[in-house]
């Protein structure tokens, strides 16, 4: 599974950016998919996961009510619209992807990866 993301740049705080993130290759092994973002000299966290059918979704505390994330099957593709952003927020956002049958916040149950995209909050 090949995962392309895309959509980052500069926001003012209280703005709003929408991530994607396309999908290739296996994507019918593919059971969740999820978020995370990685700030300079801190470790990658979890921001928020879908399951295949796109009902089940899990979100970080710090974006809960602010970002919304969806997936479509047809399209392999997953977006993340991320409204009311913070300074905070700044950070390397990754797409991701598990064949495992459950949702998880922890970066070992995702096998496949993509290259990330920037996404910068001025204050």
């Known amino acids: 599974v090949q995962l392309q993301a895309s959509g980052g740049g500069v926001v003012q705080a209280g703005g709003s950016l929408r991530l994607s993130c396309a999908a290739s290759g296996r994507t019918a092994s593919v059971y969740a998919m999820g978020w995370f973002r990685q700030a300079p000299g801190k470790e990658r966290e979890f921001v928020a996961s879908i399951n295949r059918s796109g009902v089940r979704k899990n979100y970080a505390d710090s974006v809960q009510g602010r970002f919304t994330m969806s997936r479509n099957n047809i399209q392999n593709t997953l977006d993340l619209q991320m409204n009311s952003l913070k300074p905070e927020d700044t950070a390397v956002y990754f797409c991701?992807?598990?064949?495992?049958?459950?949702?998880?916040?922890?970066?070992?149950?995702?096998?496949?990866w993509g290259q990330g995209t920037q996404v910068t909050v001025s204050s």
């Open positions: 991701a992807a598990s064949t495992a049958p459950y949702l998880s916040s922890n970066t070992n149950a995702y096998a496949y």
